[in-house]
């Protein structure tokens, strides 16, 4: 089937569900089928088309996203019927992450507006801030102490948002290079009433924070590898890539923000940092640094902490470049 007679199907179909349906249950059960259907790839919030549908259906209609269940008998005004489908009928032709179409995301049931200036937010930074790692029995045991936080590559600002409101009385700087996402920062930092506890700056990296010093350091930098970069399904090409792109083997970024903090973090200060599936290539080019790698529900091995005196002062090992492979001689 040619795109151009998908469309046209997506169309009819679409049509008939304007027609047909009733119930939230209707277009509930008509997205997850349409989503099931079409080549969808999820991980912008939902993992897979039924929660997708869900979300799309509960957060279009302005309810709450976590109560399904309660709404699925009740009818929709024709209005609200036009409004859903063509949001599903959007999802399929578009393949825009759902929290670009709704211009609203959630961590830990937090809200966050989000449009394509800036990443979907989805760091396990605000997962470790929001369950376990803050508080009794946590390896910060006492929120009210930290006094300073720094959120590097800050985006549209949600960790330091979430950041500043686990931890009562720091004040929190946020830096990023692009202006767009900290247009789309201020927005969050206002809704949240935060303005006067986070402070967004734009800039590279520890360039511009002078000689200021943390308690704590969080970043969710840019670290995926150039090969996927270029292999994104739309999904996540509708992102900046900026907000992606980590060079050749995803930890650019990374590296420099291990080189970095140690003149910007106390001394009985941390760096926490996400780096995806990079666990691997950060142990080799730091063999000497003994990262503690922090796992959530949603994942493994792909956030570390690193207390103050562990921090790397050397320079990391760069990776080898890239040799031209010899043909070897044998079976083929
Ligand atoms: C993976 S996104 C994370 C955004 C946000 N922290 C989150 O978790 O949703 C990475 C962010 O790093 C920013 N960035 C890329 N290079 C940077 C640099 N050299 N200095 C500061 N920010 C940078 C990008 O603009 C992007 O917003």
Redesign the pocket.
């Known amino acids: 089937m040619t795109a151009a007679d998908r469309s046209a199907d997506l169309a009819a179909e679409a049509a008939a569900a304007r027609r047909d349906l009733r119930t939230l249950r209707d277009v509930f059960r008509w997205a997850a089928s349409r989503f099931g259907a079409a080549d969808l790839v999820f991980g912008h919030g939902a993992t897979n088309g039924l929660d997708e549908a869900a979300y799309i259906v509960l957060e279009g209609l302005n309810l709450p996203v976590d109560r399904l269940e309660i709404f699925l008998d009740a009818r929709l005004t024709p209005a609200e019927r036009d409004r859903l489908v063509g949001l599903v009928v959007a999802r399929i032709e578009t393949r825009k992450p759902a929290a670009y179409l709704l211009g609203r995301t959630y961590i830990q049931g937090v809200p966050f507006r989000v449009d394509a200036r800036?990443?979907?937010?989805?760091?396990f930074?605000?997962e470790l801030l929001m369950t376990g790692l803050v508080g009794e029995g946590g390896l910060i045991d006492d929120p009210g102490a930290i006094g300073r936080v720094l959120?590097?590559?800050?985006?549209?600002?949600?960790?330091a948002i979430l950041a500043a409101r686990v931890f009562p009385n720091a004040r929190v700087d946020a830096?990023?290079?692009?202006a767009d996402?900290l247009a789309v920062a201020r927005q969050n930092v206002e809704e949240h009433g935060l303005e006067d506890r986070v402070r967004l700056i734009e800039?590279?990296?520890f360039a511009p924070l002078g000689r200021a010093r943390y308690d704590l350091i969080i970043?969710?930098?840019?670290?995926v590898t150039a090969a996927a970069v270029a292999a994104f399904p739309p999904e996540y090409a509708a992102e900046?890539v900026?907000?992606?792109l980590g060079g050749q083997d995803g930890l650019d970024?990374v590296r420099?923000i291990l080189a970095g903090a140690i003149g910007y973090v106390e001394k009985d200060g941390a760096l926490i940092c996400?780096v995806g599936t990079g666990r691997a290539a950060l142990e080799q080019a730091f063999p000497q640094t003994p990262f503690l790698w922090l796992d959530t529900q949603e994942s493994e091995g792909e956030v570390f902490l690193l207390p103050a005196e562990a921090l790397p002062t050397a320079p990391p090992r760069r990776p080898a470049p890239e040799r031209p492979k010899r043909p070897r001689a044998g079976r083929a």
């Open positions: 800036t990443i979907v937010p989805r760091s930074i605000g959120d590097l590559c800050t985006g549209g600002g949600s960790l830096v990023d290079v692009s996402a800039g590279d990296l970043a969710n930098p840019p670290y900046p900026l907000a992606h970024i420099r996400e």
